[in-house]
């Protein structure tokens, strides 16, 4: 799967995707990460991509004329566009639909995805003529759109055959059934202490009973009402 972040701060990005489980995935080849400077596709000596907004108020709004000519530069987009079925364009938005497990999982099934990191104020509205959905991390604002971007990849670089040690961490964690956060875990030393007590590891878990330990589990995972998304 490719990956394709259009911003204004390209750099931003250098130490989140060379750690980890990011990092193995993209030695591997299971994911390609594409960073485009927005600034590369601005015509004048400033390299200016925001302005101000028509009909007044705070703040400055991107521009739509070099997001424009960067999703024109990305060739899958020429080759498909807005409503291509393998590829997806994304913009980081404040309004947009909630991102979650659920929409992580559909996104797994893509070839390619163009996330735009929106900034300031917001971005000139006549981008949503070619891009494909808005999508929001929470209901909260932050100040651009990159770590938006940074949670839907690695959302969905979990979820890519290989790119886990272990196929089942991400079969049985948190949200990978709707509404079920996973039960607490546990590991050496059985017994810890801390400011003169202890504290133990349930006996359950050092039991050898699988099938008691199934059931504690199953009696621990916690069960919430999954968040509704913004249309």
Not at 165 to 175: L, W
Request: charged letters at 25%; glycine letters at 8%; hydrophobic letters at 35%.
């Amino acid at each position: 799967m490719t990956f394709h972040i259009i911003t204004i701060f390209p750099k931003i990005f250098d130490s989140y995707f060379n750690e980890s489980i990011l990092k193995r995935a993209r030695t591997n080849k299971l994911i390609d990460i594409k960073i485009h400077n927005l600034r590369d596709w601005t015509t004048d000596r400033h390299k200016t991509v925001d302005d101000t907004p028509f009909g007044g108020g705070a703040g400055m709004v991107m521009k739509i004329e070099p997001l424009y000519k960067a999703l024109q530069s990305i060739p899958l987009f020429n080759k498909g566009g807005k409503g291509n079925l393998k590829t997806k364009t994304i913009l980081l938005s404040a309004k947009g639909k909630t991102w979650n497990q659920k929409l992580a999982k559909s996104h797994s099934k893509l070839n390619d995805i163009i996330l735009i990191c929106g900034r300031y104020e917001g971005v000139d509205e006549r981008i949503t003529k070619f891009i494909d959905e808005e999508i929001s991390i929470g209901d909260y604002v932050l100040t651009g759109g990159e770590i938006g971007a940074m949670a839907i990849i690695d959302s969905i670089t979990r979820l890519l055959p290989g790119a886990l040690g272990n196929a089942d961490s991400a079969k049985n964690e948190s949200h990978s059934v709707p509404g079920v956060l996973e039960h607490p875990q546990y590991t050496r030393p059985e017994i810890f202490t801390a400011s003169g007590k202890s504290y133990r590891v349930p006996k359950v878990l050092i039991s050898g009973n699988h099938k008691k330990i199934a059931d504690w589990r199953a009696k621990k995972s916690k069960h919430i009402r999954p968040s509704s998304s913004r249309a």
